[in-house]
């Protein structure tokens, strides 16, 4: 049976309607089990001594004073966890020539990194360790520092890993169509210098692990803030060598993690390595420094870009040269090539025009690891892309909303190739532009800002238009060589009272996965949502999945729930028609309830099949099948991915004497295929546009020139507060993938990927009359007065 | 030890209603006190200086960083945890509108958000969204955007004033 999602009446209709989630009750009665939170008998707490200075040879360690403290009972150094972990290489085989040395779980001859974990000391209390870890004494010898991207390929800039032979850890160029020609003729050349900041996540919950190795049964248990447990899983087995059948991670409640908690961190694999070698639970939370010197950071990045347009305002060509630093290592195993990869992928998304080169030049530097953090590249390349749109169509004379429309691909153009090889399955740019111009009603909010202006107010109205990718396949990673799951799997299940149980290989960081998947299976099966007990993170009960990343969780794991549950489904029927001796195919489940399809009369309650199959199965035929566990997966097979699309809109106000922004309103349309849960699904689109806010204003990681980390703390590093944030009103258009039958693409990313163009283009449009244009994010006050010509120095 | 250097401290409070006596080490933050000898891990530490809001708990009536405050200062202190506050139903309509909302997405800041929103609600005034806003820019939430706190938070407010004129 095919569920017709288009008839809002039809029985158990649950996907599509805002349905509460089953643990958002638990979460505000403070009842949520973070790792934190767990303690376990004999349970020990490591803390690590990390490298003060950006790049030192290890020289000397002197542990005597550390090893004194009331507490301690062991300290470790990178040459004794190389005994008992080996270390890992963080290329894929698809990304060519990219290049990383090898790294260990605690640095062994050298640190490269401010923040790089040197020596792990293990006490009896946290307090303890940490007080211990500050005494640990390491001999470093300074080595040269490379901080700068732009000039990391110089001649005379020392080389990080001279076995590398160079600081280039990976480039890419792609070119499409006689991209120099037409820049030569074209009607408008227009070109600028675009730079996003450094970020990183911010997770309030900081990186948390909780590692038991119980020898005498040979099993590793990781108590483990991630977003993909079974990645761990296999990392863990690999490297510390444990069968993956005995390594079980188990990912509770989950403190945020916007692809933070994805990827592999060194002092995470030296709790495992620690607690294998002591044979006790050993704790590892990072405190709040460490989160900002050794959490992931993204968006690093330095273009150069033009874009060439006609007359009529239609794009013929765009030239991107994108640079990133990524640190001293590529991180494993998702690898720091991908976001550099992205901005290639993703730059003229929208947009239909035959002329594109786009090089990214990834290199190595010493400051904290980059790699992928919530809309890994789009940010950067919606900035380029839509900065140089709205520049061209002021260069010509042109609303920036006209000129999107002479270029957006038809509604009806799909599939379609880009010129970046991006293969998109349906978009929906120009229905999203109309339902966007309807909602914000655009010309009233033209005709505001010019009455504005008029008044001295420089209020601007910034556009930005973005594709997403969601839905990966293993193009994404696995064709790499990377032990990354693009597959999910569900597992449903009937328990004798009726109620359903579904085990999911997808997670839940907050995001609304475990109501996604109640509605999905309450709707395949024929219960209540409140009726659907889910169960997921624990990688010896889940199905084998990839878990959260990328947008994929209610594209992929909410259709292997979808078709786990219409398997139930199916086996109770048949069980139901034996018992009735009537035609499965003329029954139904609704509200738990075995009933005719034609005339809705209730047959028989779920529950009553349930004890028949379970206490009194000699009462059934003999063959009959009586299955009441479900199992299937889903992957995507025919695009790499599923693009979504959408358009953004930002309204605000530049204090041209103070440089202070202040945000009136934002807009967002966005089209993820079938919309499963409406208020899960804007809540994912407005915490996704506040992030790419604090991106475009506030967010930015300083280094100085020795490689010293300048503010690495919540007071000195910005995010969006709740006064500074504006009311976002959110709009759909729905496309459906046609790969699947629940028609889902990933919502999590979009908000990030769009606002902070549209912010940028917003504030470039007040301040247009004044002459001044700003292209380097964050949009500080500073920035914005350098730009109006007010600071100087 | 001297008296002037004692390194442990004898306090005596209550918590949730509950009388508490404990000797607890001079140094040790009160959100540790709650964490680790009372197990009420309801209320996080995240950047344990005082700025996220992640820590927030009711003492004597105010909204208090737990990770500002020692223990040892909480002598004779009345202090209240999200758990007190649930069993109680204080704020029950407060999560209840938290849930509906959905105003709430990983969850860890939402103990600290519910104090910070209930001491405002308690002065008993209707405050605008805006109002609503700067009392909340001490408590962060990376997840939500804060929108749909606010609306929570209003929401709430506009119906303690009905039921307060009926």
Redesign the interface.
């Known amino acids: 049976m095919t569920i017709p999602f288009n008839n809002p009446d039809r029985p158990n209709s649950y996907i599509g309607k805002t349905v509460?989630?089953p643990n958002?009750?638990?979460?505000?009665?403070?009842?949520?089990?973070?790792v934190?939170?767990i303690v376990l008998p004999r349970m020990l707490h490591v803390a690590f001594s990390r490298a003060p200075v950006a790049h030192a040879k290890i020289g000397k360690i002197d542990v005597d004073e550390a090893k004194a403290v009331k507490g301690v009972l062991r300290v470790f150094t990178g040459k004794d966890l190389a005994e008992v972990c080996t270390p890992w290489v963080a290329v894929l085989a698809h990304l060519k020539g990219l290049k990383s040395p090898p790294e260990h779980p605690l640095a062994v001859d050298r640190a490269c990194w401010v923040g790089e974990p040197v020596v792990a000391v293990v006490a009896t209390t946290r307090?303890a360790a940490e007080e211990a870890a500050s005494l640990v004494m390491v001999d470093y010898e300074d080595l040269p520092v490379v901080t700068d991207t732009m000039t990391a390929l110089d001649k005379d800039t020392p080389v990080i890993h001279p076995e590398l032979g160079d600081n280039l850890a990976f480039r890419r160029l792609h070119e499409e169509g006689d991209v120099d020609a037409v820049f030569e003729t074209a009607h408008k050349v227009v070109s600028a210098s675009f730079r996003t900041a450094r970020h990183t996540?911010?997770?309030?919950?900081?990186r948390s692990i909780l590692v038991d190795w119980n020898p005498a049964e040979g099993q590793m248990t990781a108590y483990h803030a991630t977003q993909a447990p079974h990645m761990m899983q296999t990392v863990f087995a690999k490297h510390l060598d444990i069968p993956e059948s005995r390594v079980r991670v188990i990912c509770g409640?989950?403190?945020?993690?916007?692809g933070i908690k994805v990827h592999v961190y060194p002092d995470e694999v030296a709790t495992a390595a620690i607690a294998k070698v002591m044979g006790r639970p050993i704790k590892f939370i990072a405190?709040?420094l460490e989160s900002y010197t050794t959490d992931i950071h993204a968006r690093d990045h330095e273009i150069e870009a033009k874009i060439a347009v006609d007359a009529d305002g239609k794009i013929l060509a765009m030239d991107v040269d994108d640079w990133t630093g990524i640190g001293p290592y590529s991180v494993y195993p998702r690898t720091s090539a991908i976001e550099g990869n992205q901005v290639v992928n993703l730059c003229g998304g929208p947009y239909d025009f035959a002329n594109y080169r786009a090089q990214t030049t990834v290199v190595f530097q010493n400051k904290t690891p980059t790699c992928q953090y919530r809309a890994v590249g789009h940010p950067i390349a919606v900035a380029i892309t839509e900065g140089l749109v709205d520049m061209a169509a002021a260069a010509i004379g042109m609303d920036p909303v006209e000129i999107r429309r002479r270029n957006m691909y038809a509604d009806d153009a799909y599939p379609v190739t880009s010129p970046a090889k991006m293969k998109f399955e349906g978009l929906s740019h120009h229905a999203s532009m109309d339902k966007l111009m309807e909602m914000m009603d655009y010309d009233a909010l033209r005709a505001g800002q010019a009455e504005a202006r008029k008044k001295g107010k420089y209020r601007g109205i910034g556009i930005a238009s973005f594709i997403e990718l969601t839905n990966p396949s293993p193009f994404m990673y696995g064709i790499g060589g990377a032990r990354i799951s693009a597959q999910d799997g569900c597992t449903v299940r009937m328990d004798p009272d009726g109620s359903v149980v579904a085990l999911s290989g997808v997670t839940e960081?907050?995001?609304?996965t475990e109501a996604m998947l109640s509605q999905v299976v309450a709707e395949g099966v024929g219960v209540k949502p409140t009726n659907v007990r889910v169960i997921t993170g624990d990688t010896q009960v889940t199905p084998y999945g990839g878990g959260t990343w990328a947008s994929r969780g209610a594209g992929i794991g909410g259709e292997a729930a979808l078709q786990a549950a219409k398997a139930l489904r199916n086996s109770i029927l048949e069980v139901a028609a034996a018992m009735l001796q009537a035609d499965a195919g003329k029954l139904d489940i609704r509200d738990g309830q075995v009933v005719d399809m034609d005339s809705g009369e209730e047959r028989m309650p779920l529950e009553e099949l349930g004890r028949i199959v379970y206490f009194r199965g000699d009462t059934l035929p003999k063959d009959l099948p009586r299955e009441l566990v479900q199992t299937r997966h889903f992957i995507t097979m025919e695009y790499p991915f599923a693009f979504t699309n959408g358009v953004q809109a930002s309204y605000l106000e530049v204090d041209t004497d103070t440089g202070v922004v202040t945000l009136l309103k934002h807009w967002c349309i966005e089209d993820c295929g079938r919309v499963i849960n409406p208020?899960?699904v804007d809540?994912q689109i407005?915490?996704?546009?506040?992030?790419g806010l604090g991106g475009a204003l506030y967010e930015e990681i300083h280094y100085d020139e020795d490689g010293q980390l300048l503010n690495g703390?919540?007071?000195d590093y910005l995010?969006?507060?709740?006064?500074?944030?504006p009311?976002?009103q959110v709009g759909h258009v729905e496309t459906p993938t046609k790969e699947s039958e629940l028609g889902a693409k990933g919502a999590g990313e979009a908000?990030t990927a769009g606002a902070p163009a549209a912010v940028m283009n917003a504030i470039n449009d007040a301040l247009r009359p004044l002459g001044a244009q700003v292209t380097e994010m964050p949009f500080t006050p500073e920035r914005i007065l350098r730009a109006l010509g007010k600071i100087n120095d | 030890m001297t008296e002037m250097f004692r390194d442990k401290v004898d306090v005596s409070l209550t918590v949730n209603g509950e009388p508490v006596e404990a000797r607890v080490p001079a140094g040790q933050h009160m959100i540790d006190f709650l964490r680790l000898e009372l197990g009420l891990t309801g209320a996080h530490a995240s950047c344990e200086h005082g700025v996220c809001g992640a820590c927030t708990i009711r003492v004597d009536g105010d909204a208090v960083r737990g990770c500002l405050m020692l223990a040892a200062q909480a002598d004779g202190a009345e202090v209240w945890t999200i758990e007190g506050l649930t069993d109680t139903n204080a704020i029950s309509d407060l999560q209840d509108a938290f849930v509906a909302r959905n105003a709430l997405q990983c969850g860890y800041c939402t103990p600290g958000m519910l104090v910070a929103a209930e001491e405002l609600l308690s002065k008993g005034d209707l405050p605008s969204r805006a109002e609503i806003r700067e009392h909340l820019s001490g408590n962060y939430c990376r997840c939500t955007g804060y929108e749909a706190i606010i609306d929570a938070v209003e929401s709430v407010a506009q119906g303690r004033a009905g039921k307060g004129k009926a």
């Open positions: 509460p989630r958002a009750s638990k979460l505000v009665q403070g009842r949520g089990r973070y934190d939170d307090a996540g911010v997770t309030l919950e900081p409640d989950v403190g945020g993690s916007y405190d709040r960081q907050g995001q609304g208020q899960l809540e407005r915490g996704g546009i506040v992030q703390s919540m007071a995010v969006p507060m709740a006064a500074e944030m009311d976002m908000g």
